[in-house]
């Protein structure tokens, strides 16, 4: 399964780590460049530096590809509009 997730903090990469474990395709979406370098080149998982809420990064990331995608960004409306962009690419919203 591919799964984009939104941001890059803590949990962001606690989770991308523990998907790759399990087998999955992971790409990471943030706007910091450090913790962009860290996820590529500490856990392994793909990273796109930029907003998670920009059609143009979202795009270059995959989501037309995505199996789902996670908002583990650190603003509530930043989550929203994520999940919010990602049903007008076919992703269904399923709440965890």
Same mark, same amino acid.
């Given at each position: 399964?591919?799964? *984009? ?7 962001? *990469? =606690? ?7 399990? +087998? ?5 979406? =943030?706007? =910091? ?10 856990? +392994?998982?793909?990273?796109?530096? +930029? ?10 990331? +995959? ?23 990602? #049903? ?5 919203? #399923? #709440?965890?």
């Amino acid at each position: 399964m591919y799964v *984009l997730i939104g941001g890059a903090g803590m949990m962001g *990469l =606690d989770l991308a780590q523990q998907l790759l474990k399990l +087998g999955h395709t992971v790409a990471i979406v =943030d706007t =910091d460049p450090l913790a962009c370098r860290f996820a590529r080149e500490k856990i +392994g998982v793909m990273a796109f530096e +930029g907003s998670a809420v920009s059609t143009t990064v979202l795009i270059e990331a +995959g989501i037309k590809q995505a199996n789902a995608v996670v908002t583990t960004l650190r603003d509530d409306a930043l989550n929203l509009a994520l999940i919010t962009l990602s #049903r007008s690419y076919s992703l269904p919203a #399923r #709440r965890v």
